[in-house]
Each structure stands twice: as C-alpha cells, then as structure tokens.
C-alpha cells in the first residue's frame, strides 16, 4: 500500500525569507501523481501545485517549486519569499495513475513570523 | 469557480443521534470523498463515490454510511453518533484523477 510521511510536524520562518517542507512516498507504482495542498486557518485547503511523475521537469507556481527525485521517492515544497499569508498546514499527497482517491501525509504546520 | 458546499461548518449533537452531513458541488464533477480531519493524523479518506449510486469504502468506514442519489450531491450518515466521531470532516470533489477541490469543512462536536 502507498504511504505519505510528512517528518516535519511544524516549522517555521521568517517574512521574506525561504523553507523547504519535507515529503517522502512509498509506491512500487511508476506511473503516479504528488500533490501539495495548503489549509490556512479556519479556510479551506486548495492545491499549491501538481506534478506528474512521468515530467522529469520539476513543477513551478511563482514563489511555489518542488524538488522531485523519482528514485528516492522525495517531494519536498520550497517556498520562497514567504509571506504571512502563506501561515499554514501543508499536505502533501499521492494518487496513482488512474485513481482518483489521494493519500494524504499527516501535515506540516507551517508559522510565518515577521 | 469550482464552488464546493458543505450544508454546517459547526454542528454539535448527542450520542447516539443520527447525523447527515450535506455536500453539494456544481461543477459535474464524477468523484467526491469524504475525510475526516483530525489533530496529528492528517486526512483519512472515509468513503468515496465515483458516480450516481456508487460507493467505495476508505480506509475508516467502519460508523459511517453514504448516499448519492443526484451526481451533484454525497451525504455522510452517522447512523448512531459517538463521541470518537467528534471531528473535522471535509468534503471534495474532482474530475478522473486531478485535483481535489475541497469544501469548507464541518467541524462536528458529539457530546
């Protein structure tokens, strides 16, 4: 079965400056996609950005970028410039090919401080 | 917009009392789930339809029933509530395998 860890409970940043959230998976699956999706609070949760495993090319959203690495099973969400606004729970998560059901990790709270 | 609705975002009921938990989207979209949210365990997927009258048991069925009769709409039962199903529960919807788009959330206190 797919699982999702998320080893970074909560973290946090200074204004302006850039964090990098964690995301490991396990899958024997080699087509897939991994998904980071943000929870402000008392919001609701909306994807940050996608990427399809099968796209060498690491995915970009403007202050948003991940670092793929397909063999070691690695999806970590750089966040650069960070704003208050981007105070947060951050899910990464997994949907093999074909499914459409997502397996989420546990979360990562992330605090922005000015 | 993909506009998904969730009819409570606070709903507080006693034990034993049956519980619908309403969830409407208006994009046409196949599939819809049901999380429940809690503390430390992130998103466990509860039950998910992937059209009119289908269901698919999650990983934590086990209290919960589900109904979708209109392609629009899904409801989570709580056939008899208990206070271990004190929870956040989010509901979401997509097209095949793509993005989720989730509601607000209804954040259910069993007492």
């Known amino acids: 079965a797919q699982t999702v860890t998320q080893s970074q409970p909560e973290m946090s940043v200074q204004e302006a400056e850039t964090v990098t959230l964690s995301c490991t998976y396990d899958t024997s699956e080699n087509n897939y996609y991994l998904f980071w999706y943000k929870q402000p609070p008392s919001r609701q949760m909306i994807l940050v950005i996608r990427q399809e495993a099968y796209k060498q090319q690491n995915a970009t959203e403007n202050r948003f970028s991940v670092n793929f690495q397909k063999a070691a099973k690695s999806f970590s969400l750089k966040i650069s410039d960070s704003q208050l606004g981007d105070t947060a729970m951050y899910f990464c998560a997994f949907a093999e090919y074909g499914q459409g059901n997502l397996i989420f990790g546990k979360g990562t709270k992330l605090s922005v401080k000015p | ?111």
């Open chain 2, 1 to 111: 917009d993909v506009k998904v609705t969730q009819s409570s975002r606070y709903l507080v009921k006693r034990t034993g009392e049956k519980v619908f938990l309403e969830c409407v989207q208006d994009m046409d979209h196949e599939n819809m789930f049901w999380y429940r949210q809690d503390p430390g365990l992130g998103l466990r997927l509860i039950y998910f339809s992937y059209d009119v009258k289908m269901k698919e048991k999650g990983d934590i069925p086990e209290g919960y029933s589900v109904s979708r009769e209109k392609k629009e709409r899904f409801s989570l039962i709580l056939e008899s509530a208990s206070t271990n199903q004190t929870s956040m529960y989010l509901c979401a919807s997509s097209l095949l395998v793509s993005e989720q788009f989730f509601g607000p959330g209804t954040r259910l206190t069993v007492l």
